[in-house]
């Protein structure tokens, strides 16, 4: 039996990648996992793996471990407020059961 | 009548570049729907390698030559790139159906400066042995940085104008557009109640991206005054941090204070012009994927980007032919001004305006520069303006 964690995940524009990780990090997750990524939405396809001029047309996925959902909310409230008005993106949360990871579980494992 | 005809034939002879050719083959290919790719890598590479070539054959220029010549040049640079926005201020803005930040965007984007389209120039100018004054890459940066901080400082004086105006649109406005954009997160956090700062942030950010600014993250400080005073200097910092600009410096920089002639001449120098063909590739395949992006914006976008390359291009020959007569800025360097002037930002300053104007709209911007505006500065632009200072001067 793993231990039960929020994965958050928030999918947005590349050029936020240190402004939302910046986010993350103040609200006291241990830690988050980035992706390249692409694919369509209300604004159209994006990444769609050409090799593009600049970073403005590349995406990102940020998934974070939580143990408490109050963080995984708290991070999730900032970036929308923040950049979802001018900025693609989205977020979700759902539950996960981490099996394997010694600073996360502590050190009787989980 | 000579004039023009000896003007055509250069102009002509330009249109068969190998510049312009791969240019075009670029935008056949990619309309064709053909599958070629060429790696972001590789692209990103090559940006890095003409820039840096660039930079360090103006170093080595600036190292032997008087810094005075090079004074007026810059401060003509810096005032085109202002000039570019304003111009695009009292004409694009104005034109119906265009919003004021978008067109802003737009207009420090023609302001600054494109990588690629420099490249290109130098290259025409040694290809056909017509000197210029190698320190004239490194006027870059003074057309760059004012352009895109020009931009981005008007652009926040409006929207916080904007805001003041319909601080109680705007209120309502984002309440709703967070609870959507939240998704499935905001939707149970509502209920669920235990947030004040939602309601706090929700009211007092008003717009929190467009607090101005490219630091972004000051969106939690109340915000019911809108008093925001736009820092220039992250504006700045941003720009030199680009890739575009990085390289450049660094070349100037290792061209300053070092020796690296023989490395320019045996690696960076005969490597120029290959690289540059498959960068035009790349450009020309990117401006046909962008053009779907500019159909969704008005037209007026089109126009603009069509003619405001050789607007500009103007001014700066106009600019460069006073520094002609009064520093004997040669007719080559003239050349080369007017194309900085021309050309449009593709590499730095997108990510730059994106995280500077959050609110302007992206396709319409990107999509006016590289779909039109680079392709109008390299391949109308180039021969023009090189054909004109040849017979001008």
């Keep these: 039996m793993g231990k039960i964690a ?9 050029i936020l990648l240190k402004k939302v990780a910046q986010i993350i990090d103040e609200a006291g997750a241990t830690g988050y996992t980035v992706l390249e990524t692409g694919g369509k939405g209300s604004r159209s396809v994006r990444s769609s793996g050409q090799p593009s001029v600049s970073d403005t047309n590349s995406n990102i996925k940020f998934e974070v471990l939580t143990d408490n959902r109050d963080i995984a909310e708290k991070i999730a409230d900032r970036v929308a407020v923040e950049f979802f008005n001018n900025y693609a993106g989205i977020s979700y949360i ?14 009787d494992g989980c | 009548m000579d004039f023009l005809s000896d ?31 060429i790696p972001d890598a590789i692209y990103k590479f090559i940006v890095f390698m003409l820039l840096i070539k660039v930079g360090l054959k103006g170093g080595i220029a600036i190292r032997e030559s008087n810094l005075t010549e090079m004074l007026l040049p810059a401060l003509f640079a810096a005032a085109i790139g202002i000039l570019i926005v ?8 104005k034109l119906p159906g265009i919003r004021a930040t978008d067109a802003l965007a737009t207009g420090g984007l023609f302001g600054a400066v494109s990588g690629s389209t420099l490249a290109a120039g ?18 870059y940066p003074f057309m760059d940085i004012p352009a895109l901080v020009t931009a981005i400082v008007l652009a926040s004086i409006y929207t916080s104008k904007q805001k003041r105006d319909k601080y109680h649109k705007n209120e309502e406005y984002i309440r709703t557009e967070t609870v959507a954009a939240g998704g499935y997160a905001s939707e149970q956090i509502v209920p669920a109640g235990g947030y004040p700062t939602i309601d706090q942030r929700g009211t007092a950010g008003g717009y929190p991206g467009e607090r101005g600014g490219s630091s972004g993250g000051s969106s939690s400080q109340p915000g019911d005054a809108p008093s925001q005073r736009v820092k220039i200097w992250p504006i700045v910092k941003e720009s030199l941090q680009g890739s575009a600009l990085s390289a450049l410096l ?9 020796r690296p002639e023989s490395v320019v001449e045996s690696f960076y120098e005969p490597l120029f012009r290959g690289l540059l063909s498959i960068l035009m590739l790349i450009m020309g395949m990117e401006a046909w994927s962008r053009i779907n992006e500019l159909r969704k914006v008005a037209q007026w976008y089109a126009l603009y980007a069509a003619v405001a390359p050789l607007l500009h291009g103007f001014i700066g020959f106009g600019l460069g032919m006073v520094a002609h007569y009064a520093t004997g800025f040669t007719p080559g360097g003239v050349a080369l001004l007017a194309v900085i002037a021309a050309s449009s930002s593709d590499i730095s300053g997108p990510p730059t305006l994106r995280a500077g104007i959050p609110s302007a709209n992206p396709s319409a911007y990107i999509g006016a520069s590289t779909a039109v505006g680079t392709p109008v500065a390299i391949a109308i632009g180039i021969p023009l303006f090189v054909g004109l200072s040849q017979v001008m001067m």
């Design chain 1, 6 to 14: 929020n994965k958050l995940v928030i999918i947005t524009e590349k």
């Design chain 1, 94 to 107: 759902c539950e996960a059961e981490v099996l394997y990871a010694h600073t996360f579980c502590g050190p």
């Design chain 2, 7 to 37: 003007f055509l034939t250069k102009f002509g002879a330009q249109l068969q570049s190998p510049t312009l050719g791969f240019l075009l083959g670029g935008i056949v290919i990619a309309a064709l729907g053909s599958q070629l790719a």
């Design chain 2, 86 to 93: 304003l111009i695009a201020s009292y004409t694009l803005a």
């Design chain 2, 122 to 139: 130098i290259t025409v100018l040694d290809a056909q042995g017509i000197e210029y004054e190698a320190w004239a890459g490194a006027l």
């Design chain 2, 250 to 258: 660094l070349g100037i920089a290792l061209g300053l204070i070092t």
